[in-house]
């Protein structure tokens, strides 16, 4: 068990991952003699060569094709996007070639690779750098989909990720990177495919994933404080993923509550909130509801960017209203 | 019946607004058409605010202090009969004193969502369960929404869940061996329908409720679970012995008692049904035991959920089993307390019962009213529904009791 | 115009091109300030100093003509008539900037000065040019647009798309590639097989010139043949070579390349080859270019007061301009949730 940072796990994760594995390959843009945008790949260029650590010119979609290539004929490739808003340029390779070419050719061609990329706000990178493209990924069978919140999964689920035999697309958050937490090589936090409960309570579910887990949890201490229980639950894997543990607590709570700093129509909390709605509908007290970020594109301004996406003080407001009826000031 | 949201009627020319004074009705209280419902305050005097129709305050949606615009929501009613806009407004109280060209607008009434209550789906599925209709409940949730707590309390703190329907006096009902608060079938919606508070009790160790080792832990956890105030007692078998035992312990507050096949009249019992009960390992075998119970065939799906439930109580019940009779011989006498009580005891029994013998009513004090129902087998209040619902409300027995 | 007139015409133009160039850097080094103050939207503010030679371009171009930007686009702005007040305000994210404080450093846009985006996706704004292209030439309105990208853009295939589409409907375009040697970090020999960028264009059937970014006269000599003939339909692709000065943003160190290297390319400076060349041709005097320098700081230390004491954006703005007006705006959370929580009546 050590202390690390989020980025560092991931680090050490292609790194364990390329020393047992020499079919791992490491493209993308910067990846090499820079470290990674955000300096995940530092340094693995001098451990493992540039025939491994392959430093792409700024062409997104040859990225991910030649990596949809590499993948169809061993090699086991790891492509970095460094910002999942340049996902657009690539969706082509991504959703009609990588995720499809297993079915189309019946069964022929695996493309075993991962699509590692980082998304989210926090730094007033605007409309073309911060956005949540995760449902994008979703909706596209084929695709593998892998959004971890801790340390621990930020190694373990990269791991894992390198060992499936279709597509990962592995969402990483920029604002997690320097997050400090506990890293056991030996013992992820839970299976492949399943959400882990991160807090147990009575009261209502909260469910979320990567950087809103944290501000989920942060609202779960809150609201302890006002007597409400909340059970928080982490996805982790958005695809696959085992939704037996959400149906399980929304059942015992008849109340819960998604979060998601993406964009709230068309969400992954909208997907979630369907599936409980449908499967847990007898159970339900009241509506699952969905917070997220506003529907608008991602704003410059550090004061509108912070205020439209999810805060702990929103999730909190919006448990203690659903639970206890308490209105918050900003009720309209 | 509809349920529709009453709103703040014009009651003075100038009026614009009012404050609320005071409510003369009280949430879940019925009205009679022209009753006060509250006071308010208008900008030249208080005023009453009077009833329509009949009906049932289900939610005062402001208090005394507020002010409410015209029009505004302030209650949400149950009301009966027919076209509630049409309706007449009666003439307002003398100090209202309006002008006589400028008539009192009848209070709004729009209709909420039809008929159908507001609850949760939740509720709904405990409803369901309960076989319980929600109307006429009042919900405690948003927007006066019923909970699935408002229909299934758990009353007492010892695990003993209590499914709640309707409004009125309550009437308890007790369960039989093996058995959970399903088995009423559809005696408690047809108890909501005619006015009563209907709380079907799961028995320690059956259905919902945690087990108890012992017949006395039984009635200390369901004397627990009761709600305060008078109770009308419905008992089936063992549940019905437990309603006397039950009756003797709260005296006064029991004002009818009614038996369905109660266990401790008589010395025999069929152990086949107990032992056959608690030894069925296959749905097969299950199907035998309950075939005694003369309440029809089941399917085999039905057998096998009905069975999984079972070997998951088992434990629970084998020691309760032991506590009602041993050797096919009955471990509990009720015709003792019987005598003591002085409520009106009515008690049914089935003339082809194979589990207990219809004749030891013979043991009964003679002011205890006897139904046979002829041809039914341990079941007899599934058999005699009207009957039993009908004898819930009728208190002529009490007449003959005190004389 | 005799012959001392045309002469004299074009040392002020020099002399012009040497003012604009030197509020660019001005501005540029005031964007910098406005970080380590701690006031800027951000720190993904890429400077364009060492580039200011791309004003041989924009003074090429015509009023009415339009333009497509990288995100390293403030100098190119600057050139074709920006307010700095108003683009500094925009990188501090303030409601009085060109976009409003939605947009900042990376996606400024001006409609009235022609400025149809700056782009924070690699390639994403040289495909308007082409849709320009045929507004204009469809009207015949004797317009031209201009897409300013990097020489990171030249590995993205939209470029060649695009180009292609130019070359093939013969749209009044200029595709101007600001090399300044690096896509980040990584340096143009690492990303490009063949560095020749001018011939990949020429292959498309543009017309093509290479400048050196050092001598805006030399860009703009370049510049003006090319956006004549784009004006004719005859597209065109122009490389600016210069060289960027600091790292890729404002917090990199660039650690991937040499001092020595550093110093070889803050050598070819463009502001002091034009100063040098003003001088030495006697169209203005070390003390005339002194006062422009001077005037420059203020102008843009004068921005820079501004943009810090301008008003942030009220937060309800936030869904505006989401879609056009008359149309309803996006329904924020706060009323979604309170519509499903609150108490009340049942609708």
């Avoid at chain 2, 063992?238 to 369905?260: F, K, Q």
Wanted: hydrophobic share 45%; with cysteine; aromatic share 4%.
């Amino acid at each position: 068990m050590t202390e690390t940072t989020y980025r560092d796990a991931i680090r050490q994760a292609l790194l364990d991952a390329m020393q047992a594995d020499p079919s791992v390959i490491l493209i993308g843009e910067e990846v090499g003699l820079y470290g990674g945008a955000y300096g995940v790949t530092k340094g693995l260029i001098d451990l493992f060569g540039p025939d491994r650590v392959i430093d792409a010119p700024i062409s997104e979609a040859a990225i991910v094709g030649a990596a949809v290539g590499a993948a169809m004929t061993g090699l086991r490739p790891v492509a970095e996007l460094m910002y999942v808003d340049f996902i657009g340029m690539t969706m082509d390779q991504l959703a009609n070639q990588a995720a499809k070419s297993r079915y189309m050719f019946g069964g022929q061609i695996g493309v075993p690779m991962v699509l590692r990329t980082q998304g989210g706000t926090g730094r007033s990178a605007a409309a073309q750098h911060s956005q949540s493209l995760e449902a994008w990924v979703l909706h596209t069978p084929g695709l593998r989909l892998i959004m971890p919140a801790t340390v621990n999964d930020a190694y373990h689920l990269l791991r894992q990720s390198l060992t499936q035999s279709d597509p990962v697309v592995f969402i990483e958050h920029k604002g997690l990177y320097t997050m400090k937490g506990a890293l056991d090589v030996d013992m992820p936090d839970g299976p492949w495919g399943q959400p882990v409960t991160r807090r147990k309570g009575r009261d209502l579910v909260i469910i979320s994933y990567s950087r809103m887990l944290h501000e989920s949890l942060a609202a779960a201490d809150r609201l302890a404080a006002s007597g409400v229980e909340a059970e928080v639950i982490d996805l982790r894997c958005l695809n696959p993923m085992d939704d037996a543990p959400l149906i399980e607590a929304v059942k015992r709570t008849g109340r819960a509550m998604v979060v998601t700093e993406a964009v709230v129509t068309g969400s992954v909390a909208s997907e979630i909130a369907a599936r409980l709605g449908e499967v847990c509908f007898d159970w339900l007290e009241e509506p699952v509801l969905r917070v997220g970020g506003e529907d608008i594109p991602i704003p410059v301004s550090p004061a509108l960017e912070r205020g439209s996406i999810p805060s702990a003080t929103l999730i909190h407001d919006t448990a203690l209203w659903l639970v206890t009826r308490k209105a918050p000031t900003w009720a309209a | 019946m509809g349920r529709v949201i009453l709103t703040l009627p014009r009651l003075g020319e100038t009026m614009e607004e009012a404050k609320v004074v005071e409510w003369l009705v009280a949430p879940g209280a019925a009205f009679k058409r022209g009753d006060v419902l509250l006071e308010v305050e208008t900008d030249k005097t208080v005023v009453e605010v009077p009833a329509l129709t009949d009906g049932v305050l289900l939610g005062q949606l402001v208090g005394p202090g507020d002010t409410v615009a015209l029009d505004q929501p302030i209650a949400e009613i149950e009301h009966e009969g027919g076209d509630v806009v049409a309706a007449t407004p009666p003439m307002p109280a003398q100090e209202t004193a309006p002008s006589a060209t400028a008539p009192l607008a009848a209070p709004v009434l729009t209709l909420a969502s039809g008929p159908r209550p507001a609850a949760s789906p939740a509720a709904r599925a405990a409803a369901r369960r309960v076989g319980a209709d929600l109307t006429g409940l009042q919900g405690s949730g948003r927007r006066g929404r019923i909970t699935a707590a408002d229909v299934t309390l758990t009353l007492g703190g010892d695990g003993v869940a209590v499914h709640r329907s309707g409004a009125g006096l309550p009437v308890v009902l007790l369960h039989g061996l093996f058995d959970d608060h399903r088995g009423w079938r559809d005696l408690p919606r047809r108890l909501v329908a005619a006015g009563h508070a209907v709380l079907a009790l799961d028995l320690p160790g059956h259905g919902d409720s945690a087990s108890a080792p012992d017949l006395e832990t039984v009635l200390d956890r369901i004397a627990a679970a009761l709600p305060s105030g008078p109770l009308r007692l419905i008992g089936h078998s063992l549940g019905g012995a437990l309603a006397v035992r039950l009756a003797m312990r709260l005296g006064g507050r029991v004002d009818r008692l009614i038996l369905s096949a109660p266990v401790g009249l008589g010395p025999r019992l069929n152990a086949d049904f107990t032992e056959g009960m608690l030894a069925a390992d296959t749905p097969a075998a299950l199907g035998r035991a309950l075939a005694l119970l003369g309440a029809g065939p089941m399917s085999a799906t039905a057998l096998a959920a009905e069975l999984a439930r079972m070997q998951a109580l088992r434990a629970g019940q084998a020691a309760l089993a032991h506590a009602v009779a041993q050797g096919g011989f009955q471990q509990i006498d009720i015709a003792g307390d019987l005598a003591r009580l002085t409520c009106p005891v009515t008690v049914l029994f089935g003339t082809d019962d194979c589990i207990l013998d219809w004749h030891c009513v013979a043991n009964l004090p003679a002011a205890t009213a006897i139904h046979l129902i002829r041809g039914a087998g341990h079941l007899p209040h599934l058999a005699a529904v009207d009957l039993l619902v009908g004898l819930v409300a009728d208190t002529r027995e009490r007449r003959i009791a005190a004389v | 115009m005799t012959l001392v007139q045309t002469i004299a015409a074009a040392n002020t133009a020099a002399v012009g091109r040497y003012r604009t160039m030197r509020r660019i850097r001005s501005f540029e080094e005031r964007v910098g300030e406005l970080f380590l103050k701690g006031e800027s939207a951000g720190s993904m503010l890429h400077l364009s100093i060492g580039e200011e030679a791309v004003v041989g371009m924009t003074e090429a171009m015509q009023p009415g003509d339009t333009f497509t930007t990288h995100h390293r686009g403030h100098g190119v702005f600057l050139g074709r008539g920006a307010d700095p007040a108003r683009m500094m305000a925009e990188i501090a994210g303030k409601q009085d900037g060109y976009c409003r404080g939605k947009g900042g450093s990376m996606h400024i846009a001006d409609r009235a000065l022609g400025h149809l985006g700056a782009n924070a996706i690699v390639g994403g704004g040289i495909p308007h040019i082409v849709g320009a292209g045929i507004s204009y030439r469809n009207a015949g309105s004797g317009q031209i647009s201009v897409a300013f990208f990097g020489d990171g853009a030249m590995s993205q295939g939209i470029l060649y798309e695009s180009m292609n589409m130019a070359a093939l409907w013969r749209l009044p375009v200029v595709f101007c590639c600001i090399n300044n040697q690096y896509g980040m970090g990584t340096r143009v020999d690492r990303s490009a097989g063949n560095r020749d960028f001018p011939a990949r264009a020429a292959a498309f059937g543009l017309k093509t010139a290479r400048a050196d970014g050092a001598d805006v006269e030399a860009v703009h000599d370049a510049a003006r043949a090319l956006t004549m003939d784009a004006r004719d339909g005859r597209p065109g692709f122009l490389e600016i070579d210069a060289y960027r000065f600091f790292g890729h943003a404002r917090m990199d160190k660039s650690p991937y390349r040499s001092a020595q290297e550093e110093a070889e390319g803050r050598a070819r400076d463009p502001l002091a080859h034009a100063r040098n060349r003003i001088t030495a041709e006697g169209i203005a005097t070390e003390a005339e270019l002194g006062g422009i320098d001077a005037d420059a700081g203020a102008e843009m230390d004068l921005a820079l007061t501004h943009a810090i004491a301008a008003q942030p954006p009220a937060l309800a703005t936030m869904f505006e301009d989401v879609y056009a007006p008359g149309s309803p705006a996006p329904r924020p959370q706060a009323a979604r949730l309170s519509a499903i929580l609150s108490e009340g009546v049942r609708a």
